[in-house]
């Protein structure tokens, strides 16, 4: 039986020129076209962190691994917490998702015993696209912990993402994020192991002019820090013509320019 949220996603809809947007929490999120064809990025659904290393998760995850199904499955760089190591093989299993996650994830993912028709390495500079979507793998900076990470350029519905993955604030080395123009920025504000936080993030609205942010990174670790309160007071100072939209985990919103 789907959980509550996978329910309400999989029955929600939207119209021409409009996405659903689901934060599954930490970095983890689901966008849902017209047509009903879902792109994944970084879902964290088990406890692989804390089996690993300790952390506990805060907050339950929304959906279980068997349940989710996204046509698209993007991640950004290989620790846990964006690949979900213990959910990795249940999705990849249910012959319908495609992984697309820079080198390092995929010697990883090989290791997993999935078929290789289920995935497909996606490092910085590629490009991808099936069914409307379009996307492209750009520049991130998560110090010497990964070697490739990278964030995402998104176009789904005409309408233009930003998902800036695990990074530091690099602006010259994110020319070709801030050139694209966002409609929607997504983007950490935890501020700790190399992320960008809150005023960090309201910068990087202003450099791309983003007409809308979407915080995350933020609430599922203790150890990774994050304040909502304090980004959206940057907001107000820093990107006062941005729009800060305030998801909690398992909330779908509709979202249209």
Request: glycine residues 8%.
């Amino acid at each position: 039986m789907p959980s509550v949220f996978m329910k309400a996603f999989t029955d929600y809809r939207v119209g021409k020129g409009e996405l659903a947007i689901a934060w599954l929490g930490q970095a983890g999120f689901l966008f849902k076209d017209s047509s009903g064809f879902v792109l994944a990025a970084d879902p964290y659904l088990t406890d692989s962190v804390e089996r690993m290393w300790g952390f506990k998760r805060l907050m339950a995850p929304v959906a279980a691994p068997e349940e989710f199904t996204p046509d698209i499955l993007a991640v950004t760089h290989f620790h846990e917490d964006h690949l979900d190591i213990d959910a990795m093989p249940v999705i990849l299993n249910n012959k319908k998702t495609l992984l697309l996650a820079p080198a390092s994830c995929i010697e990883r993912i090989k290791l997993l015993g999935v078929p290789a028709s289920a995935y497909r390495v996606f490092n910085k500079g590629d490009t991808f696209t099936r069914n409307g979507l379009k996307l492209e793998a750009v520049f991130a900076d998560h110090g010497d912990m990964v070697p490739d990470p990278i964030g995402l350029l998104i176009e789904m519905e005409g309408i233009k993402i930003y998902l800036a993955g695990d990074t530091a604030y690099v602006p010259a080395a994110m020319k070709r994020a801030i050139d694209y123009k966002p409609d929607l920025l997504i983007a950490p504000i935890n501020g700790a192991n190399g992320n960008m936080n809150g005023e960090e993030t309201a910068k990087l609205a202003v450099d791309c002019g983003a007409k809308s942010v979407i915080p995350c990174h933020f609430w599922t670790f203790a150890e990774h820090l994050g304040n909502p309160e304090d980004f959206k007071e940057k907001m107000k100072r820093i990107a006062a013509e941005a729009a800060a939209i305030m998801m909690c985990q398992g909330e779908i919103v509709t979202y249209n320019v």
